[in-house]
């Protein structure tokens, strides 16, 4: 399968401190990807990095096969909303869409056109008078029509009530089911990405913890509650992501391709939460050095 984006050993500093450290990471085309992790993990860092805005202290990051930023071809093939969803508060919706087709050579006018009339975003409202949401979808507007191969978003939806965040999804939704785009959104809101995402990445640390098909992940991933047991006595192909325990009683949430069969275990799904929480839980993260499986 294709890669839109590839980082091996990926690493970011700035002075003494690490912002993103040993990143490798193998993103496929055609998914719309999400990423999650725990504030300071190098979310935004990583997908800076992806951008071309940030040069990398060590390994390699490659994007579309080619270096992020490298040429003008480059950047085009490329869209990136930030999580400030930046505009220019002094001009309309009109201009922001004039200055769109004069810096990006791939533009699709009459897409954007189409979309801000379809938002009731007025052509002459100016960006610094507009709410949060009608900013988001014009930004989103912008990425659009860029016509990118792959659409990074940062954050997109942070500061956005919750209907503004399910019109901005529900618009991101639509805009990609009928084009041959790939898309990197990072989020700290997991019932975000459950609605729009096929791909999880879970970045903890600087490294990525997990990551696969969505499907795969929640079939392969299995929460155990039943008498205590020390996690050594478990079946070799159990890897333990997550463990809990009582005076009598342990929870583990276990990865696997093979049946459960020992009786002693109540055996339940994992719903895409849990499973997040799970893998960013600091508790059990020493124990998780195996390599990183991608599930798809």
């Not at 810096?103 to 379809?118: F, Q, S």
Request: charged share 25%; with cysteine.
């Amino acid at each position: 399968m294709a890669s839109v984006l590839q980082a091996q050993a990926l690493g970011k500093r700035y002075g003494k401190r690490w912002a993103l450290r040993e990143c490798t990471v193998d993103i496929p085309a055609g998914h719309v990807v999400g990423l999650v992790g725990p504030n300071g993990a190098g979310k935004t860092t990583l997908l800076k990095l992806a951008g071309g805005q940030l040069q990398p202290t060590t390994g390699e990051v490659t994007v579309l096969g080619g270096r992020p930023g490298g040429t003008p071809a480059q950047l085009a093939k490329v869209g990136f909303v930030a999580q400030d969803t930046p505009l220019y508060a002094g001009l309309s919706v009109a201009e922001h869409l004039r200055l769109g087709a004069r810096l990006n050579p791939r533009w699709d006018a009459a897409m954007a056109r189409e979309r801000v009339g379809r938002l009731g975003l007025a052509p002459a409202h100016r960006a610094g008078r507009m709410s949060g949401g009608q900013r988001a979808q014009l930004a989103l507007t912008l990425g659009l029509a860029k016509r990118p191969e792959l659409l990074i978003l940062d954050e997109p939806v942070a500061s956005l009530d919750p209907l503004a965040r399910r019109e901005f999804m529900q618009g991101l939704t639509e805009a990609t089911a009928g084009h041959a785009l790939s898309v990197v959104l990072s989020s700290h809101l997991v019932s975000d990405l459950e609605r729009v995402c096929d791909f999880l990445i879970v970045l903890v640390d600087s490294r990525v913890r997990m990551a696969g098909d969505v499907d795969r992940l929640l079939t392969t991933h299995h929460r155990l509650t039943g008498p205590r047991r020390d996690p050594g006595r478990l079946p070799a192909g159990q890897h333990v992501v997550s463990a809990s325990h009582t005076d009598r009683q342990s929870t583990y949430v276990v990865r696997t391709d093979a049946p459960i069969r020992d009786p002693a275990w109540t055996v339940t799904r994992v719903g895409l939460e849990d499973l997040v929480l799970a893998y960013m839980d600091r508790r059990t993260a020493d124990d998780r050095r195996a390599p990183l499986e991608v599930w798809r």
